[in-house]
Structure formats: structure tokens, C-alpha cells
């Protein structure tokens, strides 16, 4: 019997992280369950984004680039 039956609030691998996002921040959750059909691949938790984020904005600053953490959203998703 699949464990993850009844599970609603998940992500597919394909959805933005801004969907993570959202239920974070209006539902308090710790993480989210990233599913391919039944098949559980892995969870996305706040502190995944947080480190996206420093390792960008380290990256831009190495290479002298203007990282805009507001833009960082446009191209973030669940599979980086």
C-alpha cells in the first residue's frame, strides 16, 4: 500500500519553488514532499531556499555580478 496516498500538499518535480514558497510562508510547514506519482524523491524545506539563495549570492559577487534576490524566483526550481 502506497505510503504516500494521502498526501495533498506536495510538490511534482517540475513546480516552481515559488509554490514551496507560498505554503511556507501561509502555512508554517517545515518541508514539503516533492512526488512523481507515488514515488516519494525527496523533500524541499526552507533551509534548501535559504541555501539557494547564499550560494547565488555568493556566486554573483565572485563574478562581479548584480544578483537581485527578488528576481532569484524567475529561474529557481524544485530539480537545481
Known amino acids: 500500500q502506497p505510503v504516500l496516498k494521502?498526501?495533498?500538499l506536495r510538490m511534482d518535480p517540475d513546480d516552481r519553488i515559488e509554490i514551496a514558497i507560498?505554503?511556507?510562508l501561509t502555512n508554517y510547514f517545515h518541508c514539503l514532499p516533492v512526488v512523481d506519482g507515488k514515488e516519494l524523491l525527496g523533500l524541499v524545506t526552507p533551509f534548501d531556499i535559504l541555501r539557494y539563495v547564499s550560494k547565488r549570492a555568493a556566486r554573483s559577487r565572485r563574478?562581479?555580478?548584480n544578483f537581485d534576490p527578488g528576481n532569484f524566483l524567475l529561474e529557481l526550481d524544485v530539480k537545481q
Open 22 to 24: 507560498e505554503v511556507f
Open 6 to 8: 494521502n498526501i495533498t
Open 63 to 65: 563574478d562581479g555580478l
